[in-house]
């Protein structure tokens, strides 16, 4: 979109630090969304309503595209651009003709004073050396990414290695979202977890809340991040309970064990993660929805319904078209944080699910009590001590 001369005039004003009246005028924040798949095609849509009306932000939303060749043979971020859709990830809803698509990751970022994260958590580690030494050093970030890395250190949530590589401060926002619905302007809330300053978490806040998406700050960076993270593999879990045809209750039992487990995983590994944040959108919402109507769920049914014999990898390519699943890589990284730390037998549902999603074991298992090594049941558990 080209801008209008009152906001270019606006621009070079508020760029040389004076107000129309002579005043000395706030800086403008600049706002770059780093990725565009599903979700962060609707968080740019989100965020570039938002920055249209609010003052203290530039107009212009970049948002870099890991560039694709289309099968008509144009590039995905010149067809963004050109049709203000995002018509491989979020075909038929307009992102806002101030949301700007940018293949170049390094050109996306600069001058950004707020970065919002959201790719398959797989990817972030590779992004994060890219952006080494490129981004302003007061920048502020947010990672909206459901997922953790195990290194040998130990599990690295995704918000901590934004924080690390890059030495700035990241929130994160986490919640039920399944995007497709969000994009429709359909009513939900999400939840921002920040570490300290709650002045930062309310810019966050003011950047996403809309009429229908009700945005609410809690001070607990890692429960936030931990439930949109570990939901993921509980909805793996309902999703072989659905593709069995299991019933309701036997998803409702599938549901609530595995809320226990999030809890329970989460307090060992962040003692100051609060019992309250896991009643947020973030939480129990967050998992209700996932176990619903998210991807990893439908993946999973499709799975326990061919008897596990047809791979993730292979469900994933032809279900999602290019979308990326996180449950079954986050259901390994869990498992590795389990064997390593000798904590296998206390969370037998997140176990089991990695068992199923490995081979080891078949989609039945996820019921099955003790008939399977290493000999537990998804009933008991230890994790009902927390
Ligand atoms: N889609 C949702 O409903 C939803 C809602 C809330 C949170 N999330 C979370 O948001 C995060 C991003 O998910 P999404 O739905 O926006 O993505 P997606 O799964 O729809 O799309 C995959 C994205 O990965 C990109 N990609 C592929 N290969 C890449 C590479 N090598 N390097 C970098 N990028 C590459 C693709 O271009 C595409 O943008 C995930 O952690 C997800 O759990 C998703
Ligand atoms: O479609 P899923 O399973 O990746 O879940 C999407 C969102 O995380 C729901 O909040």
Known sequence: MA????????????????GADGEMAPVKSRVTVV????????????IASNTLKLNSFHDEVRMWVFEETLPTGEKLSEVINKTNENV??????????????????????????MLVFVTPHQFMEGICKRLVGKISVDA????????????????????????????????VLMGANIANEIALEKFSEATVGYRKSKETADKWVQLFNTSYFMVSPV???????LCGTLKNVVAIAAGFVDGLEMGNNTKAAIMRIGLREMKAFSKLLFPSVKDSTFFESCGVADLITTCLG??????????????????????????????????VSTAKEVHEVLSHRGWLELFPLFSTVHEICSGRLPPT???EYSEHPPNYSIVGGAAQFF
Not at 94 to 111: C, I, M, Q, Y
Not at 141 to 167: D, F, H, N, T, Y
Not at 219 to 225: I, L, W
């Open 35 to 46: 990725g565009s798949g599903n979700w962060g095609s609707v968080a740019a849509k989100l």
């Open 294 to 327: 998210g991807r990893n769920r439908r993946c999973a049914d499709a799975f326990a319904r061919n008897g596990g014999k047809r791979s993730f990898d292979e469900l994933e390519a032809e279900m999602l078209q290019g979308q990326k699943l996180q449950g």
């Open 365 to 367: 298992a996820i019921v």
């Open 140 to 171: 502020e970030a947010i990672s909206l990414i459901k997922g953790m890395e195990v290194k040998r250190e130990g599990p690295c949530m995704i918000s901590s290695l934004i924080s690390e590589q890059l030495g700035i401060n990241c929130c």
């Open 3 to 18: 801008p209008s001369l009152d906001d270019t005039i606006d621009d070079h004003i508020a760029a040389a630090g004076v």
């Open 219 to 225: 001070q607990d960076v890692e429960g936030v991040e």
């Open 88 to 113: 491989k990830y979020l075909p038929g809803i307009k992102l806002g003709r101030n949301v700007v698509a940018d293949p170049d990751l390094e050109h996306a970022v600069r001058d950004a004073s």
